[in-house]
C-alpha cells in the first residue's frame, strides 16, 4: 500500500478532531479509528465509523432505558447466551463501517454478502488507478487435489517465476493500453490532442481482476459474524481471508466479549450431523465405529475424523 | 407516557456521561439523545445511536481519505443530486436507532418494514404493562367513504363517548383477566398461592391490539427515508404518522442537508404517470384536455387534478 | 376451520384446472396443491404456488444448460455437500407461496423473518372475521421454571377451566363491541341507520391477540429452511411449531432429497462449542470430565449433557 | 453466442418435456421457456422458471381461497391502482428465474440489486470459458462530457480500430497466459506433464473484466421491475441495458398488465420536486417562470426542460 501524501495528510486531520458524544465510546478503537491497515500488497482496511459496544448489546435484549448493564458477569454470560442459542436480533444493533481497498476477484466474493451496504469507487466516473495485486511467493500454489475450490502448495521456483512475470507484465499492459484507449493517463491528463479517447466506462474492460478496486462497506454486526464464520475459515480464498482475519483484530478491540463467544461458540465450535452425534454417543459409550456402522459416506467420515483430530482406529478397533 | 422514576434516573445518568470520540458528531442530535418524546398517550420515541453526519455522505459518495468536503455549496449540491438521480447507496452510510413504545397495531404495521433491526420486548419472557392507546378525541372518527383505508371526521360527542367507554372498559378488563390467568399482577408479584397460573406466552393473548409494546429499531438512512415517505403520508394511519412525524423533526436536526433534499425531490414531490406528463405538455402549450382525452381513468384524473390543486376547468375549459 | 361454501368451491375449481407446463412439476405437491390444511381450531395452510425441484437445486449449482441432473446418488451426495458445506445459493433457486391463517400474536413472532414476501389481510380496509383461537385442553399449560419462555405441565381442571372461560368470554365480548363501533356486523351489515361507526382502521384495536389473520407468504427454499430450524424447534411457541410442522411435511413432499439432508445435517445434528469439541475428545481418548475441568458454565454444562443424553456420572467417574 | 451442441440439446430436451400443472401457467412463456436470447457477442438471457401470472397478484391482493379475479377490467383497474400507489406486496408474490451469460464488468454493475438470488460459474472450481466481449462498431464511444459517466458519439474509424485491436489482443493474450499457468487448456487438457500449474483461484485473476461469466439469477417481481426502472434507463451503461430490454420484453410476455401498468405509471413517467410543481402550476395559470424565480439550480432547471421537452421561451418568455 503507498498512500499519497495528501491522503495520509486528510487521515491524519481527520484523527486529530476530536469532540465529546453522549453515544457508547470504545477508546480501544478510537485508537486506530481511520488508520489503514495495509492487507497484500497494495491493498488496506480502516475503519471509518461503528456504532455501539458490548453493552450495547444488553441494553437491546433488555430493551432497557438506561446503559442496560448489570454485573460484568451478568452481561457477558448474557451475551454468551445469546450467542448460544441463536438469539440474533441484539446483535443486529451495533454497526461498523469499512472503507476497504482490494483486488477486484475479492471484491466479487466479498460483495456477495448482501446484507451490507456499499459505495464502490466507479470506474465509470473516474479512472482506476494503476495498482494491481501480485500474490507474494508463498502464496503462488498449485491446484489442490482434494478439495476443488483451494490451493495446494507452492509452486517450484521456476514455475513460480514465470507466474509472477506473466502477471506482472501483462497488469503493465493491459493498464498501458487502458491509458492509451482513455487517451488519459492516470491522473487524467490528456495524451493527444487530436483523439477523441474512449469512454472510461468501457475502457475498464481491459483491466484485469486484479487490479485493485476500493469502497466503503457498512454491516450490523449479526451479518458481520456471519461474514467472518464463512471468510475467516480456512476454506475460504486466501485472499479474502486476509481482510476476514484483520476484521477479527478489530472485532476483539471492538466488542472483546462477543468476540469471546463468537469464537467459543461459532468459529471454533463444529457441527455435528444427527449420524455424528450417534457416533459420539457410542463411541462414548465403550461401542466401537467404523465409516460402515456410521451411517455416513465415506466423505463424510473423513472430515468427521478431521474436525475430532480422530485416528480412525481409535474408535473403530 | 408515564416513565417510572427509575427508569427517568437511568436515562437521566445516560445523558451525563460524555466521552471524546473522533466519529462524526451531530450536536445538535447529541442534545436529545436519549431523550423521550411523548406520543400518543403512553408511548414515545427516543434516539440511542446514530452513525453519520450530512458529510459522511459525501464522504462515501467521494470514497474519501478524509471528511470528503469540499466547499458547503458543493456538498449540498451533491446531496441534491444523489436524492434527485436515486443514487441511494451513500445515503445506506448513516444509521440511526430508536427506542420507541407504540400500540401493537401500530407496530404491525411499522415490522412490515424489513430492512431493519428490531428487538422487541418479549411477552413470552416478561409480563407486559398495563398501558394501552385510547385515542383523543379528535381522532375517534368514523369510517372514510372515499378510501377504504382511511377515516373520515370525528363522530358525535355521543358515540364518540360510547367509543371511548368500550375501548377503556374492554381494555381494563381483559388486563385484569391476564393478571388472574397469569395468578401475577404487572409487577409480577403471586396472586395466590395455591394455583400454577398459565404460561405468560399463552396469558397476553388476551391482551387487546391497542396493548403498547416496545422496541429498539434501527435502521439506515435510505430504508428509514423510505419509512418516512410511507408512514409521514397523509394516507397512513394516524397513528404511525404521529411517530414518523417527530422522526422527521429529528431527521432535520441530525442531517440538515439531507433533510432538505428529501422534503425537496422527494416527500413534497410527484409522481406524473405517461398519461399526466402529456397532459402537462398539452396545457403548457395551451390545449385544452379533459379526462376523456386525457387517457387516464376517472380516478387518475380526480387524483392527478388534486395533486395539482387544479379545478378541472382550469385546463379543461 | 370452517371454510364456507364459497370458499370450498373456490378451492374446488382451482384444483380442477391443469394445465401443460414445461417447468419442473412435482406430482406430491401437486396432489395437495391448494388444499387447506386444518392447523389449531379455526387456522389452516395451503400452498398456493412453487418454483422448481430438487433437481432445480442441482441445476443452478451446476449453472446447467439443460436439467443439470446426473445419476441419482450423484445429484442426492451433491445436495448433502452443499448442506453440509453451507453453500445455500443453490438452495435460494426454489421458492414456495403460502395461503396460512394463524393467531395474531403467532403472525406476530412469523413475521419477524424478514426474508419473505407477505400480504397480509388488511383490518384497515376490511372488517376481520370473529374467529378466535382458544387452546386445546392439554394445551394449557403452566410457566416453565426452567426456561423463562416457555411452558410447563397442563393446569389442573379447574384452573384451565377458568382460563378458557376467560379467553372465551373476553374474545366474544371485544368483538361484540368491534360491531357495535364499527356500527356494522361480520358481514359488513349497518346495524343502526342513526349512527356514523367508528372507522375499522381504530375499531380493530379493540380485538385480542388470539383473533385469526392471514396472509399469502412467499418465500425461498434457503430461508424457508431457516424458518423450520428455528420454528420448528421445541423451544419455539406451540402455536407456531404447528405450523413449522406441517411445513416440514410438505417440505418432504416438495422435494424429499433436501429434506432429508435437511434434517440430517441441520434439523437433527447439534452444534459443539470450542469446549464441547475438547469434552468429546477428552472422553474419546479415555479421559474424565467434570463440569469445573471442561471450561463450561453449570447451564453450558446442563445443556450439552441433556443435547447428548449423557448422565453426569458417564463421563465424570 | 455459439452455444455447443451438446449445449444446444440438453436445451431441446428441456423443452420437450411437459406436465400437468395446477399451477398459474402463462402460455406465452412457456413458448419461450429456456431458449437462449443471444445478447451482445457471446451473452444470452434465457427464462428457467417462473411463478405466477397477472392473476396472481389480484389473487394474492384480495387474499382470496380461488383465483381472486372479477372481471378483466377489474383485474387491470386493481394493478394499475396497486403500481400508481406503491402498494408493493402484491407484487411480490411473482417471481422469475433467469440463466444469464454475461461480461464481468456488467455481472459487476449487476450483482449490485441485493434482494436476488445468485448462483454464479465459479472460476475457483471450474476453468473460465474462452469467450469475451469486444463492443460492435457503433458502441465504440468517447466519453460523455454532459454526463461524467456516460458514453458519446462512436469514435472516428482509426480511433475505433485501435481500440477493437487492443481489446481482441489483450483478451487473447491474458487467455493464453491464463491457460499457460493453469497447465490446461480451456477444456481441462493437461498441457505440460512435468509442470503442476497453478491453482485455478489465482488464474483467474489474469483475465480481463470483458470476460464472460454466467449465472442463475432469481428475483421476484417488485424487485425485477424496481431492476428494470434502473438498469433499462437510458442513463444505465449500454451493455447492461441491452440485458434489460429484453427483460422488458419478456415482461411484456409473462404480465401483460403489470408490464401496461409498470410502463405507464413508473418506466415513462417522471417524478416532480416541490419545486418543479410549483412551476407547472405557475405555467397553467399562465405565469412566466425562468430558472432564477424557479428556485431551481441550472442543471435541474435544465432536467427538468428537458424531460418535458420544453424550450426555455415556451414558459419564460
Same mark, same amino acid.
Given at each position: ?8 495528510? *486528510? +487521515? ?44 450495547? +448489546? ?68 473516474? +479512472? ?98 456471519? $461474514? ?21 483484530? +478489530? ?8 468476540? *469471546?463467544? $463468537? ?55
Amino acid at each position: 500500500m503507498a498512500l499519497s501524501e495528501a491522503q495520509q495528510q *486528510e +487521515i491524519d486531520a481527520l484523527r486529530q478532531e476530536t469532540a465529546p458524544t453522549r453515544r457508547a465510546v470504545v477508546p480501544a478503537l478510537e485508537e486506530i479509528l481511520y488508520q489503514p491497515f495495509p492487507l497484500l500488497d497494495h491493498g488496506f482496511l480502516r475503519v471509518i465509523d461503528y456504532m455501539g459496544d458490548d453493552t450495547a +448489546i444488553v441494553q437491546a435484549a433488555r430493551i432497557s432505558y438506561g446503559k442496560g448493564t448489570k454485573k460484568i458477569n451478568q452481561d457477558q454470560g448474557l451475551i454468551n447466551y445469546l450467542m448460544r442459542h441463536r438469539h440474533t436480533t441484539p446483535f443486529e444493533m451495533c454497526e461498523i463501517k469499512f472503507h476497504a481497498k482490494m483486488p477486484i476477484f475479492v471484491a466479487r466474493d466479498w460483495i456477495r454478502h448482501r446484507t451490507a451496504n456499499v459505495n464502490e469507487y466507479s470506474g465509470r466516473y473516474s +479512472i482506476l488507478g494503476k495498482e494491481f495485486y501480485i500474490p507474494a511467493h508463498d502464496q503462488v500454489c498449485g491446484q489442490s487435489t482434494t478439495n476443488r475450490q483451494g490451493r495446494s502448495t507452492p509452486l517450484n521456483d521456476q514455475e513460480r517465476n514465470r507466474v509472477l512475470e506473466i502477471l506482472e507484465a501483462d497488469a503493465r499492459q493491459v493498464y498501458g493500453h487502458y491509458e492509451e484507449m482513455l487517451n488519459a493517463d492516470e491522473e487524467g491528463n490528456l495524451i493527444d490532442p487530436n483523439r477523441s479517447g474512449l469512454a472510461r466506462e468501457l475502457a475498464r474492460m481491459n483491466l484485469t481482476l486484479n487490479y485493485y478496486t476500493e469502497w466503503y462497506w457498512k454491516i450490523d454486526l449479526h451479518n458481520f459474524l456471519h $461474514f467472518l464464520s464463512l471468510r475467516a475459515d480456512s476454506h475460504a480464498q486466501y485472499e479474502i481471508q486476509v481482510y476476514a482475519h484483520k476484521m477479527l483484530e +478489530i472485532l476483539k478491540l471492538w466488542l472483546p466479549y462477543t468476540y *469471546e463467544a $463468537f469464537m467459543r461458540y461459532k468459529f471454533n465450535g463444529m457441527h455435528l450431523s444427527e449420524q455424528a452425534i450417534d457416533v459420539v454417543k457410542k463411541v462414548i459409550r465403550g461401542e466401537k465405529v467404523t465409516q460402515e456402522s456410521s451411517g455416513m459416506s465415506a466423505r463424510e467420515w473423513r472430515e468427521f475424523l478431521e474436525q475430532l483430530n480422530l485416528e480412525e482406529q481409535a474408535i473403530a478397533a
